[in-house]
């Protein structure tokens, strides 16, 4: 009885709050970064969006995915490295006054394979520049020793030439995210932190507690969305009492769930504790689920089809590219004009 008055309470608190727009607000307490619950369904929805297999539709942003709430975004620097099956990009979003890069997730045959490859991932590399702090090499050696950051560098640097002191916002889903929290260390220390956010979505552990906490200062602006029991999140495990050995999150956290019974399902964003392992997140239940991985804010993650690292791709875009003798291969272009015409008309009128 009691526990049905308490459920009623909340779920008239709910109903309230939903009146309002959206969200449970639940206050931060402390003075870190605020989590925006706009700009992370923006942001998803370029997190999906790097999926997708028609280079060409991605390239021009025309493909099914670069729609929505990404509409007018330009690509400035596509990055596909056909040899360890990554892809990520670089553009500028206008609405947004900032510079995005997202990075795919794994597209390997099965996400199963590839999750229970997360297993056993050990800490094996001391990231440099952190006392102790371990990752793991092949998270790391995804972004940093492929054509990937490369092509990221560049991308960002001619957007900034163009564009100045505009945000970077980096994101990226799965191993996506994985790629993206290095990139936004990366780029904090070459931009500084103020300029720099990453948010992920259903991102592994990447490294250690040393390294989760040297990663919280440098990169403080930075929110790892989970969802319900989703698996990725929960791994590789997290031993407690293990705690030279284990792997740990950095924060923050914001677990997405829902709450209620019957046809009164309402949607919760919870904004997890400094920790980084908040044990009333996404922790607090277990992490059975590859469905809830696929699946952020209603946006679908993962490839379109097939999902094998495929390449459809205009035989006209060649000429916006460089190939490695890998066959790996990053497109570049400038800034259009027309953003960059909108751009000086906002700063005439700014002064
Ligand atoms: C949240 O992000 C959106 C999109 O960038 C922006 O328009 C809005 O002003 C932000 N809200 C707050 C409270 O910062
Ligand atoms: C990361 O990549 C840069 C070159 O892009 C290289 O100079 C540096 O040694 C790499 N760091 C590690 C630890 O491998
Ligand atoms: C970071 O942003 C601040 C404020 O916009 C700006 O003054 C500063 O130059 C930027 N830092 C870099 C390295 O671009």
Redesign the pocket.
């Known amino acids: 009885m009691e526990r049905r008055l308490w459920l009623t309470l909340l779920i008239t608190m709910c109903l309230f709050a939903g009146s309002t727009g959206r969200g449970l607000e639940i206050k931060q307490k402390d003075n870190s970064p605020l989590y925006n619950h706009t700009l992370a369904t923006i942001l998803v929805e370029y997190a999906s969006a790097v999926y997708m297999s028609d280079l060409t539709q991605l390239f021009t942003w025309t493909c099914s995915r670069c729609d929505g709430m990404t509409t007018g975004f330009e690509v400035l620097e596509l990055i596909v490295d056909v040899e360890n099956c990554l892809q990520a990009f670089v553009g500028v979003a206008d609405d947004l006054n900032a510079i995005i890069i997202a990075f795919r997730g794994t597209q390997e045959t099965s996400v199963q394979n590839w999750i229970e490859d997360l297993f056993w991932k050990q800490l094996d590399f001391e990231y ?1 520049g952190c006392t102790d702090g371990k990752v793991h090499h092949g998270f790391f050696n995804a972004y ?2 492929t054509i990937v ?2 092509g990221i560098l560049d991308g960002v640097s001619r957007a900034k030439k163009v564009y100045g002191d505009i945000k970077i916002m980096v994101t990226g889903h799965s191993m996506g995210g994985a790629m993206a929290a290095f990139c936004g260390l990366d780029l904090s220390l070459i931009y500084g932190k103020e300029n720099v956010s990453v948010m992920t979505f259903g991102q592994p552990r990447i490294g250690n507690a040393a390294f989760a906490s040297y990663y919280s200062e440098i990169v403080p602006n930075t929110f790892r969305i989970t969802h319900e029991h989703d698996l990725v999140p929960h791994l590789p495990p997290y031993y407690q009492h293990l705690p030279h050995k284990t792997y740990h999150h950095f924060p923050r956290e914001v677990w997405l769930y829902s709450m209620g019974f019957g046809f009164l399902i309402y949607e919760v964003e919870k904004i997890c504790d400094g920790s980084g392992e908040d044990p009333d997140c996404s922790r607090s239940v277990t992490g059975n689920s590859i469905t809830d991985h696929l699946s952020y804010f209603g946006v679908e993650m993962g490839c379109d089809e097939s999902s094998k690292c495929k390449i459809v791709m205009a035989p006209s875009l060649a000429s916006y590219g460089k190939v490695d003798e890998f066959g790996n291969f990053a497109l570049s272009r400038v800034p259009s004009k027309f953003i960059l015409k909108s751009k000086t008309e906002e700063q005439v009128s700014d002064q």
Request: hydrophobic share 0%; aromatic share 0%; no cysteine.
């Open positions: 440099p940093n020793n950051r490369s």
